[in-house]
């Protein structure tokens, strides 16, 4: 069975980095043509893509975002981590990590299954 | 930039058809398909449509897709309505340079 389960602070001032963890099971990040993505989800809001780590190291991230946001691996927890620089008060919402079999998520492709969450809230 | 624009609202009865829309203002479905997710309140979304028309293990076959090439737009169809139906429903699509999710339909099985 495959799961993802995100984990982090729950609360992080604004200017500050966000460090996420997105741990998987039933699967491996490196196995050929897998890929785990970010999304967050404000609240009342409809989700929004951050960027996406592939098994062979490549990262796409949105565009709007990209020069706040790093995707690395995590070898010894079999996922991955998402870090955003100076957050601020919009950055608010529920973050997902969710995988993909898409080799190309720019092109196409769906994720699925997604962790169950973690709300983050920026707040001094 | 991609723009998906879905409809904020439907409800129907029960037993009813629903088709939710999304339509796309740059590029194509037959270019960058369309995947089609359910979330439900303090969920995750989960898909229950992919490329296009698509559907995954589990979803049941009341849950289909359609494109329609001349408006740019893409229908979830949901026939035989249920009150378990009762959910947001986001389209998802890229354009090479982004992965864009629609602004999502809340469906309301009255």
């Known amino acids: 069975q495959i799961t993802l389960k995100e984990s982090g602070p729950t609360l992080v001032k604004p200017t500050q980095t966000l460090t996420l963890t997105c741990a998987v099971s039933?699967?491996?990040?490196?196995?050929?043509?897998?890929?785990v993505g970010w999304i967050r989800q404000p609240p009342g809001k409809s989700p929004e893509w951050l960027g996406i780590?592939?098994?062979?190291?490549?990262?796409r991230y949105s565009p709007s975002l990209r020069s706040r946001l790093t995707i690395t691996k995590d070898t010894s927890r079999n996922g991955v981590v998402l870090r955003m620089t100076n957050v601020d008060l919009v950055d608010t919402g529920t973050y997902y990590c969710?995988?993909?079999?898409?080799?190309?998520?720019?092109?196409?492709?769906?994720?699925?299954?997604w962790g169950q969450g973690i709300l983050v809230t920026v707040s001094s | 930039n991609l723009l998906l624009t879905q409809p904020h609202s439907m409800s129907e009865f029960p037993g009813k058809t629903v088709s939710i829309s999304c339509t796309r203002n740059s590029g194509t479905f037959a270019g960058d398909y369309v995947q089609w997710y359910q979330q439900r309140p303090g969920s995750a979304p989960t898909i229950v449509m992919y490329?296009?028309?698509?559907?995954p293990s589990g979803v049941p076959d009341r849950f289909t897709v359609s494109i329609d090439s001349s408006s740019n737009s893409a229908s979830l169809i949901i026939s035989g309505l249920q009150t378990d139906d009762e959910a947001d429903y986001y389209c998802?699509?890229?354009?090479?340079?982004?992965?864009?999710f629609g602004g999502g339909t809340k469906l309301t099985v009255l």
């Open positions: 998802q699509s890229s354009d090479g340079n982004n992965v864009v």
């Open positions: 969710a995988r993909t079999s898409s080799d190309d998520i720019l092109r196409g492709g769906w994720f699925g299954p």
């Open positions: 780590f592939y098994w062979d190291d490549d990262q």
């Open positions: 039933g699967f491996s990040i490196n196995f050929g043509g897998v890929g």
């Open positions: 490329d296009n028309n698509q559907r």
